[in-house]
């Protein structure tokens, strides 16, 4: 069967989260972004000796057990107590909020 494609306009995180899964449940995806690097607003940049952190500063998802913590952790984005990320999995989190 042919694999089916989807195309995604814009890298930041929602567009590199939904990449992520998408390529982990088998579709061929692509990622177009208009900057020269992905994040979107989410973003860090360096000046001297200095990191700019112009997000997060509050991070929803970080109660153990949460949609969005399950979320975090899948991306990679979390490490669990041990200091592993989890990135392999593929649920399907649709539908879930918190
Ligand atoms: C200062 C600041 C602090 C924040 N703090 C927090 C926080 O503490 N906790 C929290 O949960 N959230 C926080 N947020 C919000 C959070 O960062 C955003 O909600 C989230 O990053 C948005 O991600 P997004 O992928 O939806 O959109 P964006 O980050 O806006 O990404 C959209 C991407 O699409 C690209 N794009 C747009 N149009 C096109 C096009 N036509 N073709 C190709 N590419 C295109 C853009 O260049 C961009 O990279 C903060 C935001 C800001 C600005």
Same mark, same amino acid.
Request: charged residues 20%; aromatic residues 10%.
């Given at each position: 069967?042919?694999?089916?494609?989807?195309?995604?306009?814009?890298?930041?995180?929602? *567009?590199?989260?939904?990449?992520?899964?998408?390529?982990?449940? *088998?579709?061929?995806?692509?990622?177009?972004?208009?900057?020269?690097?992905?994040?979107?607003?989410?973003?860090? @940049?360096?000046?001297? +000796?200095?990191?700019? +952190?112009?997000?997060?500063? @509050?991070?929803?998802?970080?109660?153990?057990?949460?949609?969005?913590?399950?979320? @975090?952790?899948?991306? *990679?984005?979390?490490?669990?107590?041990?200091?592993?990320?989890?990135?392999?999995?593929?649920? +399907?989190?649709? *539908?879930?909020?918190?």
């Amino acid at each position: 069967m042919k694999k089916r494609k989807v195309l995604i306009i814009g890298g930041g995180i929602a *567009g590199l989260s939904a990449g992520s899964y998408l390529v982990r449940n *088998g579709y061929d995806t692509e990622i177009f972004e208009a900057h020269t690097r992905p994040g979107g607003v989410c973003t860090s @940049w360096k000046r001297g +000796d200095y990191i700019f +952190d112009y997000c997060i500063h @509050w991070l929803v998802g970080t109660s153990s057990g949460t949609g969005y913590d399950c979320v @975090w952790r899948e991306l *990679g984005m979390l490490e669990d107590e041990q200091g592993k990320t989890n990135s392999n999995s593929q649920n +399907d989190h649709s *539908g879930e909020n918190n």
